[in-house]
C-alpha cells in the first residue's frame, strides 16, 4: 500500500469530504474516491459511508485511520531525520523512562543540567514501574530508565547495563494536621492503629515487609490506581502512605512527611541497552548519581 493513499484516506477522514479532501490535496474529487475505492478493495472491507453532507468513516475505517495516523508520523519523523542527517544536525533523541515518583522531581532536575552541556537534545520523559521501563529498554525504545530495585526488584537481563546510584530511604506521608505531623521520627510500631493506603503491589510489599521487621502489622485498608490518587486519599485523611524520599520536594501542599525510624529503603538505579547506547545516557547518570550523593532537601 502507498503512503500517499494513506493520506488521502485519513485527509478524507479529516475534513469528511471527497471534495474537501480533494481541493487541499490539489486532486481531482474522482481521484479522490479511486483511491479510497482501491484502498477498500485491498483490505476487503468499506472505510467509508456516503451521506447527505459527506463521508463519515465505517468501525472498520475508525480503526484503521488510527492506525494509518501512527504510521504516517513515523513516516513524516523518518523523512526529518534523514534530512538532518543530510544537512549535517542529526541528533537521536533519548527517551527517558523513569518511575512516578523519580519522574516527579529528581529526573527532570537531572535533565536541565544534561541540557546546559547537551544544548538542543530532543528528549522525552515516560513514567512507569520499573517492570515495565526494564522490558521497554531491552525491547529498544528508551535510552535510559531510572528504576528502582523495590518489591519483585530487578531481573539479571544480558540485554541491559545496570547502574547503582543511590539508597532512597522512604517516609510515611500524612495530612497536615494529622497528630504525627511535625514530629520527629517514629517506629512503624506507633502507626499500627492507622489506615493505609498504597497503589501498587511493590510499594505494599515493602510496606508489610517493614512492618514485619518491626514486629508490627499494618492495615492496608485502601487501594489507588496512581500516585497522585493515592496523595489525594492522605491528604483529606482517609488514610497515611509509605512514598519515596525523593518525592518530597514535590509533594502538595496538603500533605506532609515524617521520617521512619530505621526506614526501608529502596535502591535506585539507571539502566540502558548495552547494544548501542545512547551518548546521553551515561552523562544523565552521572548527573543523578551526583544528585543522590549530594545534600537532597
Not at 479522490?32 to 472498520?60: F, M
Not at 498504597?198 to 514485619?212: F, I, P, Q, T, Y
Amino acid at each position: 500500500m502507498e503512503l500517499t493513499v494513506w493520506r488521502t484516506f485519513v485527509t478524507v477522514c479529516r475534513l469528511g469530504s471527497l471534495s474537501a479532501a480533494a481541493a487541499e490535496l490539489h486532486h481531482t474529487q474522482s481521484a479522490v474516491s479511486r483511491q479510497i475505492a482501491g484502498l477498500e478493495r485491498q483490505l476487503g472491507v468499506p472505510l467509508v459511508e456516503r451521506h447527505a453532507r459527506g463521508v463519515r468513516t465505517t468501525p472498520a475505517g475508525e480503526v484503521f485511520r488510527r492506525h494509518a495516523l501512527t504510521t504516517l508520523d513515523e513516516a513524516d519523523r523518518a523523512v526529518r531525520a534523514v534530512r538532518d542527517v543530510r544537512d549535517g544536525a542529526y541528533e537521536r533523541p533519548l527517551a527517558i523512562g523513569a518511575t512516578p515518583s523519580l519522574a516527579a522531581g529528581i529526573v527532570p532536575e537531572a535533565v536541565r543540567g544534561l541540557l546546559e552541556d547537551a544544548g538542543a537534545l530532543r528528549w522525552s520523559l515516560l513514567p512507569g514501574l520499573s517492570a515495565e521501563l526494564h522490558d521497554r529498554v531491552a525491547a529498544g525504545d528508551l535510552g535510559v530508565a531510572v528504576v528502582t530495585d523495590a518489591p519483585p526488584g530487578l531481573p539479571d537481563d544480558p540485554r541491559v547495563e545496570r547502574r547503582f546510584l543511590g539508597l532512597d530511604d522512604m517516609v510515611v506521608v500524612l495530612p497536615v494536621g494529622h497528630p504525627r505531623a511535625g514530629g520527629g521520627p517514629v517506629h512503624v510500631a506507633a502507626l499500627a492503629g492507622e489506615t493505609w493506603v498504597e497503589d501498587n503491589d511493590g510499594s505494599a510489599a515493602l510496606l508489610r515487609r517493614h512492618a514485619a521487621r518491626a514486629g508490627a502489622g499494618v492495615r492496608i485498608g485502601l487501594a489507588a490506581a496512581d500516585l497522585p490518587g493515592k496523595l489525594a486519599l492522605v491528604a483529606t485523611g482517609h488514610a497515611i502512605a509509605l512514598i519515596p524520599g525523593v518525592l518530597t520536594r514535590a509533594l502538595r501542599s496538603d500533605v506532609t512527611t515524617v521520617a521512619l525510624a530505621d526506614p526501608p529503603a529502596r535502591g535506585v538505579y539507571t539502566i540502558t541497552p548495552r547494544r548501542d547506547p545512547h551518548p546521553w545516557a551515561a552523562p544523565l547518570g552521572d548527573r543523578l548519581a551526583a544528585a543522590f550523593a549530594g545534600p537532597r532537601r
